[in-house]
């Protein structure tokens, strides 16, 4: 019951009253329902197939006029009142199954919705910690499948004040009988708890291939390359094979499961129903009438109580969806940022005069006592071209995130023209940045398209005015639709060249205060790299420029390169100074450089 209980609880944070509504909704099909069957009571007296007398029946008074109806008139009156109360019933049952549709379907997008933002909300470290493809089957499989828990929930709801009702009339008519048969169910339920534990059992097993089913298919998706190149079609289908005969598995034993559930129930009603005649006859010494009202009231009730033990189980097996669902959820509030909503109206911050790091630490996780980043202080002049250059893993990108604002320095402070960098500062800042990555993101999606996601209003003078800063118009006008073209999943139908001036194009187009390219060359080749080499020119002094370089001849041109070594700055200056420094960090990687193009 705790599992009815916890989907009750999260509906009605989505729907308040309405859920409410729904059940009442519910109470009166139910009541209907009974009326209907009251109705045999003297329809029966007067078809005299059974005589029915209000000594053995008191429930009979209630009808006592219809006996001086003659016949001929009474039957056709009491079939037409059933007619219309089927009728009412079925009217009423059609609004509310309409109102549970939107009742449910309003939950799962309220669930989508909620926790989409949440996942926005989160800061970059909880991203760090996730796997991506597991997000992503929380957001569409995990979610559709707790929605369904929902259905189950509202179908448990009319089945159980369906049962209630046919319950007291059934006591009504004989609370003898009615206490034996309820005494009898319970039993029943007792030793039905194992299929309610199996679901549950089942339900974890199948989230958990869920999960590793899209985690895997993402990947080797994304791999699709590397797994022709070197042939692994074969072991790759072998893992396909696998996991899909475990899913099979999984929803066959649900199957297996929810039928030999309901065999139980079956076999032991026809057991329970042949007794309960028995016993009313014998024992109870029940009367004709009254016996077949009772056998109609739980041949009806019988189908429903297995319904609600099905609907259970149902939920039982939905239920690790949703606490996943309201796991990450509680994660993102813990991760939260802040609110995306705060963005909105606050004004993009222009940087001035410098951008400062003032003796900054960091490091990934609190326990460890390696720095990512130790005593950090430099400034970064605005409207300069600043390189930050290193071996791999000295913590050029971990001090990127942090000026950008995505993590927070454990001691320290960065400012940005002596205001302090914290929470809509970080907002505001984050307005005024290009970012341009080293692995480019395109969707599939034409290049104006591609280009508008940072700024829908703009013109196509403005489009074309982007693309020739960032040395794209030129091939962009070659291909077969220009801007209209449509560029495939990822950019895949561009170079890679190609594709980094197009994101370079999309982070200008933006007007930034600040562009920073994060080892945006370090895949291109000589005539590439030139032409980014040549945008960042038409940049220089219209923004402050941050570049996180592997080529060293990307920076050649730069107004302050910073060496990082291990988490610690060690060099500071000019290229040429830098590069006359013997024995240094900046010209060992220099030489390494100018010896592997020998």
């Not at 309610?196 to 339900?203: C, T």
């Not at 072998?238 to 030999?260: A, D, G, N």
């Not at 900054?360 to 400034?379: D, G, M, P, T």
């Not at 005015?465 to 030129?474: D, G, I, P, T």
Request: glycine residues 6%.
């Amino acid at each position: 019951m705790r599992h009815i209980l916890y989907f009750l609880k999260q509906i009605h944070s989505y729907s308040g009253k309405i859920v409410y509504l729904n059940l009442f909704g519910m109470l009166g099909i139910g009541l209907l329902e009974g009326v209907g069957i009251l109705l045999l009571v003297p329809l029966i007296s007067l078809s005299g197939i059974v005589e029915m007398s209000a000594d053995a029946l008191p429930l009979l008074n209630m009808f006592s006029f219809f006996q001086e109806i003659p016949s001929s008139i009474g039957l056709p009156i009491v079939l037409g009142i059933f007619v219309l109360i089927v009728i009412g019933q079925n009217l009423v049952n059609r609004q509310l199954t309409v109102k549970n549709a939107k009742l449910q379907h309003g939950f799962l997008r309220y669930m989508r919705l909620e926790t989409y933002q949440l996942l926005l909300q989160a800061n970059w470290e909880f991203f760090m910690k996730q796997r991506k493809t597991d997000l992503i089957n929380i957001i569409t499989s995990e979610i559709a499948r707790a929605s369904a828990g929902t259905h189950s929930l509202l179908q448990f709801f009319a089945s159980f004040v369906f049962t209630v009702i046919q319950i007291g009339l059934a006591f009504y008519l004989s609370p003898t009988i009615t206490i034996f048969v309820l005494l009898s169910g319970l039993v029943l339920i007792f030793f039905n708890r194992k299929f309610l534990k199996r679901s549950l059992s089942l339900g974890q097993r199948t989230y958990e291939l869920g999960r590793n089913y899209l985690g895997g298919v993402t990947d080797q998706i994304n791999g699709i390359k590397d797994i022709k190149s070197n042939l692994l079609e074969q072991s790759r289908m072998e893992w396909f094979e696998s996991i899909t005969e475990q899913m099979q598995h999984e929803q066959v034993e649900y199957t297996r499961l929810r039928s030999l559930s309901q065999l139980f129930y079956k076999i032991a009603s026809a057991f329970l129903i042949a007794t309960f005649i028995y016993v009313a006859v014998l024992l109870f010494s029940a009367q004709a009438g009254q016996l077949m009202l009772i056998i109609i009231l739980f041949s009806r009730l019988w189908p429903r109580v297995a319904g609600i033990q099905a609907s259970m189980e149902q939920i039982a097996a939905t239920l690790p969806s949703f606490k996943v669902v309201k796991a990450l959820q509680q994660e993102c509030i813990e991760a939260k940022e802040f609110d995306t909503n705060e963005g909105e109206g606050l004004e993009t911050l222009i940087l001035e005069r410098s951008l400062r790091c003032e003796d900054v630490f960091f490091r990934y996780h609190a326990s460890k006592s390696k720095y990512a980043l130790q005593n950090i202080s430099i400034e970064i002049p605005a409207n300069q071209m600043t390189a930050f250059v290193g071996r791999s893993g000295a913590g050029k990108s971990t001090l990127i995130d942090l000026i950008m604002g995505l993590n927070q320095p454990e001691k320290g402070k960065i400012t940005m023209d002596e205001a302090i960098l914290t929470g809509k500062n970080i907002m505001a800042l984050r307005k005024a940045i290009g970012y341009v990555p080293q692995d480019p993101f395109l969707f599939h999606a034409s290049v104006r398209e591609n280009l508008l996601l940072v700024k829908p209003d703009a013109s196509e003078d403005e489009l074309w005015e982007a693309l020739q800063f960032s040395s794209a118009a030129e091939f962009v006008r070659k291909l077969p639709e220009g801007l209209g073209t449509l560029i495939g999943d990822r950019g895949i139908k561009l170079s890679g060249g190609e594709r980094q001036r197009l994101v370079l194009a999309r982070a200008i187009l933006r007007k930034p205060s600040i562009l920073v390219l994060d080892e945006a060359t370090s895949s291109l080749d000589t005539e590439n790299e030139s032409k980014i080499q040549e945008a960042l020119e038409h940049l220089k002094g219209k923004m402050t420029i941050i570049v996180i370089a592997h080529r060293l001849s990307t920076i050649r041109n730069a107004d302050q390169v910073i060496v990082l070594d291990d988490g610690k700055v060690i060099q500071k200056g000019k290229f040429a100074q830098l590069s006359r420094e013997r024995k240094s960090v900046f010209s060992n990687l220099l030489q390494s450089q100018i010896e592997a193009l020998l």
